[in-house]
């Protein structure tokens, strides 16, 4: 935790998309203080027809390497939020020659209640995290 939903278009090498995933791991694990196995992604390609990735009237330009992470988590700070947006559109251009304006991101904050790892339990309620 947190669940972290990538959505790309569809076109990418499959290294590529490891490394993807591995840097929005790194950076979510560097922002957010999560341990290193607290890793739960899911990676959905899309045809070019299929989406849609304005920029909300902020002249922002979208290329092809636009990717869009829907986040699901406990809460964060802003400050961890903040620095989360950064680090991650530092580390995407730097190893997935993705640039900032390619990145948006949506955060979905829940409670402890809201997340069981399996086994039937509430592991955050239950004390075993």
């Known amino acids: 935790m947190p669940l972290v939903k990538v959505h790309i278009l569809k076109g990418r090498l ?3 998309i490891d490394v993807l995933l591995d840097t929005v791991h790194e950076v979510v694990v560097k922002s957010f203080g999560v341990p290193p ?3 739960y992604q899911i990676l959905q390609e899309h045809e070019a027809s299929h989406f849609r990735a304005l920029d909300t009237g902020l002249d922002i330009a979208r290329t092809e ?3 869009l992470l829907e986040i699901t988590s406990r809460p964060r700070s802003r400050d961890a939020k903040v620095a989360f947006y ?3 559109t530092r580390a ?3 190893r997935c020659d993705v640039p900032p304006s ?3 991101v949506s ?3 829940n409670s402890d209640e809201d997340w069981s790892f399996g086994m039937g339990r509430a592991q955050f309620l239950t004390g075993e995290l």
Do not use: G, T
Request: net charge neutral; aromatic share 4%; hydrophobic share 45%.
């Open 65 to 67: 390497k636009f990717i």
């Open 37 to 39: 196995r607290d890793r």
């Open 86 to 88: 950064s680090n991650l």
């Open 92 to 94: 995407l251009q730097a």
């Open 14 to 16: 499959p290294q590529e």
């Open 102 to 104: 390619d990145v948006m």
């Open 107 to 109: 955060l979905h904050i």
